[in-house]
């Protein structure tokens, strides 16, 4: 079975419970963390890949722990007419989804190393990176 990519989002009642290691061990799934931002005590929010054989019975363990479940379908997209290859986004791209290339000095997105977290689409002076549904 192919990683799905899902996005999961914990209230203050379960983000500091160990339930993605539950997840691992007792539903034998694989995951990778794509992205996470954790307030202890207040909320999480993380994009991962997750496969295995007892996928369902994961996704049902965890809305039984309260965790909001939903599937990755947005992406984020570069407007390569709109772009102007500034660079403005590779500055604060964490992955290098976004990088110049040399020496046409024009600014390339790999969109496979891209984690959505979207701070491309604010820095970006001319609003040529975009989230689509």
Known sequence: MAPRKIVLRFNAANVDQPIIYRLARDYDLVFNI?????????????????????????????KEQGVAVQPLSQEVVQNRERCTSCGACTAICPTAALHVVRPAMLVEFDQDKCVLCQLCVSACPVRAMEVQF
């Open 34 to 62: 794509l992205k996470a931002r954790v307030t202890p005590q207040l909320e999480g929010t993380v994009v991962m890949e997750l496969t295995g054989e007892r996928y369902q019975e994961g996704l049902d363990y965890l």
